[in-house]
């Protein structure tokens, strides 16, 4: 059985870590403070939310902006900072075509802008850092895994955890610099010399799963719908249990 994630669960050992759920009903001013570019439609922005009562990685939250006339946006996105980032969170955004909120960011946005966020949110897509993790995503659907990610190496953690990502080419996965051994990309269009490239396979995610570590895997899927289907059926198929499977869709 999957242990469903309780936000107010006091936690007693390493990587794990407590979150105040009262905090997600409350609109909070974000100060933007740093923007870095990811990829050439991508980029990570920094925000200081002084009040921000923490996260748990894989968790997103509500950001609302609001034009002069009264007129507001709202999204969600994932938090790509790990939790232990007092102050602080990091968001990265893909910019959409024709999109509003993202578009505003990608051309508009500069450090010293105002936002408004309430979070965190979602709990069922959190990773406390209890059991082996193995994360799938494509896409921008990295940005909760990442957190995830990087939540595992502040913590010094020594569960297991992989990450398989989809890209369309090196240039277009985000976050590239900063993977390791833990991660294994997948290209979808275009690679360089004697890199494979292809959707996506039962190849992939097999050896992954061969790897059987103590406890099993706790599998975390995030991207598009057609994406999360494709990656939950490979799960399925190469012995995953559908309930230690937990899926995040953008779409
Ligand atoms: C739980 C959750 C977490 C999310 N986290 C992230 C994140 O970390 N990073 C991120 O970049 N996005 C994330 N998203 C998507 C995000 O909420 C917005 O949908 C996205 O930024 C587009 O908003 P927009 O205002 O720019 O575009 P809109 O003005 O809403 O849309 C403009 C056009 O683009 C289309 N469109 C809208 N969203 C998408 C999309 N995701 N992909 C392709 N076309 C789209 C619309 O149909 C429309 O035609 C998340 C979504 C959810 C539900």
């Known amino acids: 059985m999957t242990e469903t994630f309780t936000p107010s669960t006091r936690f007693a050992v390493p990587g794990r870590i407590a979150v105040s759920n009262r905090a997600a009903a409350v609109w909070q001013t974000a100060t933007l403070t740093e923007i870095r570019s990811e990829t050439p439609h991508a980029s990570t ?57 993202s578009g505003w960011f990608h051309t508009i946005a500069k450090p010293g802008d105002e936002v408004q966020v309430r979070g965190p949110l979602s709990g069922f897509f959190a ?18 895994l990442m957190s995830m990610v990087r939540h595992h190496r502040a913590r010094g953690l020594s569960l297991p955890l ?6 369309r080419s090196p240039e277009e996965l985000i976050y590239a610099r900063e993977f390791d051994a833990e991660t294994t990309p997948v290209f979808t269009r275009s690679a360089s010399e004697g890199v494979p490239v292809g ?6 995610v097999a050896p992954l799963l061969a790897e059987r570590p103590t406890g099993g895997w706790e599998a975390y899927v995030c991207g598009s719908n057609a994406f ?7 799960l399925v ?12 869709r953008f779409g």
């Open 127 to 144: 990773w406390p850092g209890d059991r082996p993790a193995l994360l799938i995503g494509a896409g921008s659907g990295v940005v909760p």
């Open 45 to 101: 922005f920094r925000f200081a939310v002084p009040a921000w009562a923490g996260h748990l990685p894989g968790q997103h939250l509500m950001l609302r902006l609001t034009a002069e006339d009264g007129y507001a946006a709202q999204r969600h996105y994932s938090i790509a900072s790990a939790p232990d980032d007092a102050g602080h969170i990091e968001l990265t955004l893909d910019h959409v075509e024709g999109g509003e909120v």
């Open 237 to 248: 198929e190469a012995g995953q249990p559908v309930d230690r499977i937990r899926i995040e």
């Open 228 to 234: 999360a289907e494709h990656a939950s059926r490979l």
């Open 199 to 204: 959707r996506m396979a039962a190849a992939h």
């Open 162 to 167: 992989r990450l398989l990502v989809s890209a």
